[in-house]
C-alpha cells in the first residue's frame, strides 16, 4: 500500500508524534482499520520516551475530518445485521476515551470541517487548537442518528442550552464558539498552523502556542444566548418548538422550523440523552450510554432513509418514520436506553 493509500499516516519530527488522517477525498471520514490504526499509533507512542507531544490533522484543505463512514453503516443497517457496526462503534468509543486520558500532550488542529466522528477524535484531546476555517457540528440528527463519540458529554458541559441546541439543530459553529461551548482552546490563525507544528518538534507544547496564540474572533451564540437558553430548556421537544415559534426572534423561528425537519424519534432520543448526561459521572459513563443509543437507532428506518436523503441521493426529502413529534412516544425514547448485557460497552 502506498503511503498515498494509507488512510492514517504516521511520522515523528524531533519531539512530536504526527498522526495524519489520510482520506482527503472522503474529507478523511473515520471507518474501522483507521480507528485501529490510530489506537495502534497511540500505544506505541505512549511508551517511547523520545515522543514528548502527539499531534492530528487531516489530510487535504477541506478540514481534519467529516464524520464516521456513515455510508458503511448504512450499508449495514439496510443489508447486514448491525454487527459491523456495532463492533466499529465499540473500538471508536474506547479509542474517544483514550484520547482523553492519554497521558502526552494530545494536539488537535481542528481546521475546516470537523463534525460527528471529527470532534470525537479531536475535542477529547488536552489541546485543542480552531482556526478562522473552523467549522464543528455534531449533526447526527439531520441523518436520523443521535450524537455519539462523546458528544452528548461535552455539549452537555457547554454553558446554558447551547449544547442542547448544537444536538439537536446539528448546527455548525466557528473557532469562538466552539471556545465559549469547551470543544476547543486555543484559536491559531490556519496560516501559523505550520510554524507552530515546526516548532513542537524542538518545544513544549504550551512554548510553541505562546507565541502564536491570538484572539479568537468573536462568534454568534453569546448574543443567541437569550432565546436558547429561554426553549431549549423546555421538557420536551414538542415544547422547545412552541417556545421557539412564539418567541419572536427571526433566528428563533428558523431554528424551530429547522427542528421540525429533522427526525423526530432522533431529536426526542437527542434530548433524553442530552439531559441523561449531565448527570453522568464521566465521559466514560456517557459513551456507554451512546453505545446503547447507537445500537438501538442502528434498527430505526430514519437512519437508513436520512442517509439516503442527505448523502446518497441528495433529495434533502427524508420520510422519517414515525413523521412527526407526537407520534413518538415515550416508549420509543425508552427503548433506546435499556441495557445491552453482555454486550454492554463497559468503559466505566
Not at 520516551?49 to 443497517?77: F, N, Y
Not at 443489508?79 to 466499529?88: E, I, L, M, P, Y
Not at 471556545?179 to 476547543?184: E, I, M, R, S, V
Not at 429561554?230 to 426572534?249: P, Q, S, Y
Amino acid at each position: 500500500m502506498t503511503g498515498s493509500e494509507t488512510p492514517v499516516l504516521r511520522r515523528v519530527e524531533g519531539r512530536a508524534a504526527h498522526l495524519v488522517l489520510n482520506r482527503p477525498r472522503a474529507l478523511n471520514a473515520i471507518d474501522h482499520e483507521m480507528v485501529r490504526l490510530v489506537d495502534a499509533a497511540l500505544t506505541d507512542w505512549e511508551h517511547d520516551d523520545s515522543v514528548a507531544s502527539v499531534v492530528i490533522t487531516g489530510a487535504g484543505e477541506r478540514g481534519l475530518c467529516a464524520g464516521g463512514d456513515i455510508r458503511a453503516v448504512h450499508d449495514d443497517a439496510r443489508d447486514g445485521d448491525g454487527s459491523a457496526s456495532a463492533a466499529f462503534w465499540r473500538d471508536e468509543y474506547h479509542l474517544n476515551a483514550r484520547i482523553a486520558r492519554y497521558p502526552k500532550p494530545y494536539v488537535a488542529i481542528m481546521d475546516g470541517i470537523v463534525m460527528g466522528g471529527g470532534v470525537g477524535i479531536s475535542a477529547h484531546g488536552s489541546v485543542r487548537v480552531v482556526t478562522e476555517r473552523s467549522r464543528i457540528a455534531m449533526p447526527e440528527t439531520a441523518i436520523g442518528f443521535v450524537p455519539d463519540v462523546g458528544g452528548t458529554w461535552l455539549l452537555a458541559h457547554a454553558p446554558g442550552e447551547l449544547g442542547t441546541y448544537l444536538a439537536l439543530t446539528g448546527a455548525a459553529i466557528g473557532a469562538g464558539d466552539a471556545l465559549l461551548c469547551g470543544l476547543a482552546d486555543h484559536y491559531l490563525p490556519t496560516s501559523d498552523v505550520p510554524g507552530f507544528l515546526a516548532a513542537l518538534a524542538t518545544s513544549p507544547v504550551r512554548d510553541a502556542l505562546s507565541t502564536r496564540e491570538q484572539a479568537a474572533p468573536d462568534g454568534e451564540l453569546a448574543a443567541m444566548r437569550p432565546w436558547i437558553d429561554a426553549c431549549f430548556a423546555a421538557d420536551t421537544v414538542e415544547e422547545i418548538v412552541a417556545r421557539l415559534l412564539d418567541h419572536g426572534d427571526t433566528e428563533a423561528k428558523e431554528a424551530a422550523e429547522l427542528l421540525l425537519s429533522r427526525s423526530p424519534l432522533a431529536l426526542k432520543v437527542t434530548l433524553a440523552a442530552m439531559r441523561s448526561a449531565r448527570g453522568l459521572g464521566s465521559l466514560e459513563e456517557a459513551l456507554d450510554q451512546e453505545y446503547r443509543v447507537s445500537c438501538v437507532a442502528m434498527g430505526n428506518p430514519d437512519l437508513v432513509e436520512g442517509v439516503r436523503a442527505q448523502i446518497i441521493d441528495k433529495d434533502r426529502r427524508p420520510r422519517w418514520q414515525p413523521a412527526h413529534l407526537d407520534e413518538v412516544t415515550d416508549a420509543d425514547v425508552r427503548r433506546h436506553f435499556v441495557s445491552l448485557g453482555e454486550r454492554e460497552l463497559g468503559l466505566a
